[in-house]
């Protein structure tokens, strides 16, 4: 399918990952009328009544589900507003993309894993989500590959970053003006993803000849949370020896982590799919291409 003669519909368009959806269609030449990018306040997935009248009205031919619960912790005590966003919400756009032929894509998360591999996942290996927000995300998994079975596409990725919104390496360069020292957990793994290398990612699925089924899609290569929080002070030009290694226990969260999600893209490639850069190449690419988003408004204590 030629890219700039569908038409597209972004849900969750203002997150990180939608907001560089749009950006990276825009410059694979679709035309701003073909792109329908619509946020949370603009389209509520979960209503069954507004699905419906944007696929009779705009009749997408390309669907890009960015629309998430990612509030991990929360999601622990609110399981059913992320099952909504997470698992209901998908159903109702698998259900109308069969019905209209359109092809959908639904972004998935590493965390429908236990994290207990010392391998990475590959995508047929067997989920065992955790917590709240994995289980959740499964079962919009789940949902997409019954209900559109045809034209359903789920894409995993993981440990995502970029310019829009809160993440980990927004924190991480906030924190390194604020605090001397910082203590980041060193005992979990996962292949770090700029958002910007997804949505690429994304879309050249979207128009290849790659078959429905289960993708995974993240930065290449893995590393720590630490390692990752050192590479963003590296990035500062700030010494990483600042960022000491600890371990999960001293920093108890509601909801479980995966101690190991890094997923295996063997069917990505085999796919004829791009892989993603390496991770720590991306996130140099992220800050020289926009380092101001990532800074805090803060003047550092220093």
């Not at 946020?39 to 589900?65: C, E, H, M, R, Y």
């Not at 109702?92 to 990475?120: C, E, H, I, K, M």
């Not at 060193?186 to 699925?205: F, K, Y």
């Not at 720590?224 to 600042?242: M, T």
Request: charged share 20%; aromatic share 8%.
């Amino acid at each position: 399918m030629l890219l700039a003669d569908a038409r597209w519909l972004v849900t969750g368009a203002r997150g990180q990952l939608g907001s560089d959806l749009c950006a990276v269609l825009a410059a694979a030449g679709v035309p701003a009328d073909q792109v329908l990018a619509l946020g949370s306040d603009q389209l509520d997935i979960t209503s069954s009544a507004a699905v419906q009248a944007v696929f009779a009205d705009f009749g997408p031919q390309l669907v890009v589900n960015a629309a998430a619960y990612t509030a991990v912790d929360q999601a622990e005590t609110d399981e059913e507003r992320a099952y909504a966003v997470n698992a209901a919400g998908p159903a109702l756009l698998a259900a109308a993309a069969t019905r209209t032929g359109a092809r959908l894509l639904q972004v998935s998360t590493d965390y429908v894993f236990a994290g207990d591999a010392d391998q990475p996942y590959p995508e047929q290996a067997e989920t065992a989500p955790r917590s709240a927000y994995g289980r959740t995300k499964l079962a919009g998994e789940l949902a997409v590959r019954e209900l559109a079975p045809d034209t359903g596409y789920v894409v995993r990725t993981a440990w995502v970053y970029g310019a829009t919104g809160s993440n980990f390496v927004k924190t991480m360069a906030r924190l390194e003006r604020e605090r001397e020292v910082l203590e980041v957990v060193d005992d979990q793994h996962g292949s770090p993803t700029w958002s910007a290398d997804l949505a690429r990612g994304l879309v050249q699925l979207a128009g290849s000849d790659a078959a429905p089924g289960i993708y995974h899609c993240t930065g290449a290569g893995q590393t720590s949370w630490c390692g990752l929080a050192r590479a963003v002070f590296e990035e500062l030009g700030a010494d990483p020896e600042r960022v000491r290694p600890t371990t999960t226990d001293k920093f108890p969260r509601p909801a479980p982590r995966p101690a190991y999600s890094v997923l295996s893209d063997a069917g990505w490639r085999a796919a004829g799919l791009d892989p993603l850069p390496h991770w720590r190449t991306a996130l140099r690419q992220a800050f020289a291409e926009d380092r101001a988003a990532y800074l805090p408004d803060a003047t550092s204590h220093r």
